[in-house]
């Protein structure tokens, strides 16, 4: 095991994958907000939460640097993952954690998440064992919002499992939308928050899935899940989350937050 792994512990785990590289934000992870890097204020809001254990998945040894000056625990994995679930996959495996235990990925670049969403999305898997995963997703209270590409929403059944998920509008509207997106439909729209919780057998077992055709057409890697005949159940939060950073803008309005 890793240096600077901690030791295995019951109850769900967070892990926070953190890449170095980055196009638009070169060295995100360790980017300065109020004198400490972004990565270590994703952990410290989300030992906030009920997790048993908080631990950074990271890909250059500067960031498990960073990670030891400031008390969190942090591990090496590959640099060639392909995806932030193949880091955690790895982590998950380096930790020794047990096929039915819970991890929860909250993102590298999201250090204004709310630990009770964190809380809520570990304790929705751990009540629906016919799931895989659980995630979460708020109303979309603006038209613009609804039809962003960049804005992810999810349609649910009765029970607030996941149907699909898209880029496109949806649930297209058919008479309100004839002429054109001008309105919402009611109820409300739901936009994806990139919270994920995963038993863990799932998680080691994910990245040797078939890529589905659908999450390559919409380039949503959670679609694998739905093509492959898993459940992922949705938390609903009456709003959205803190903003996470993926701009040279974004981390400037966050390094506002922190006094920056």
Request: charged residues 20%.
């Amino acid at each position: 095991m890793p240096a600077h792994a901690p030791a295995a512990a019951p109850g769900f785990t967070v892990l926070i994958p953190a890449r170095r590289a980055s196009t638009r934000l070169p060295d995100k992870p360790l980017a300065d907000l109020g004198g400490k890097p972004m990565v270590v204020r994703v952990a410290e809001r989300a030992r906030l939460s009920g997790a048993s254990q908080v631990c950074v998945a990271a890909d250059d040894a500067a960031i498990l640097d960073a990670c030891a000056a400031h008390g969190v625990p942090a591990l090496l994995t590959r640099a060639d993952h392909a995806s932030g679930t193949d880091r955690l996959a790895e982590a998950s495996a380096q930790l020794g954690l047990g096929a039915d235990a819970i991890v929860v990925n909250v993102q590298g670049d999201e250090p204004l998440i709310d630990p009770a969403l964190i809380d809520a999305v570990a304790a929705l898997l751990q009540a629906r064992p016919d799931a895989a995963m659980a995630t979460a997703a708020h109303p979309i209270a603006s038209v613009d919002e609804f039809r962003n590409p960049n804005v992810v929403k999810v349609v649910l059944d009765a029970r607030q499992t996941a149907l699909y998920f898209s880029r496109a509008p949806m649930p297209w509207w058919r008479d309100g939308f004839a002429h054109g997106v001008a309105t919402l439909p009611s109820p409300a729209p739901l936009r994806h928050i990139g919270l994920y919780a995963y038993r863990v057998g799932f998680l080691q077992r994910f990245p040797t899935l078939a890529a589905a055709p659908l999450e390559q057409i919409e380039a949503l890697e959670q679609l694998r899940a739905l093509w492959h005949g898993e459940r992922i159940a949705v938390h609903v939060s009456a709003e959205a989350p803190g903003a996470g950073v993926d701009t040279p803008d974004a981390l400037a309005r966050v390094r506002r937050h922190f006094g920056g």
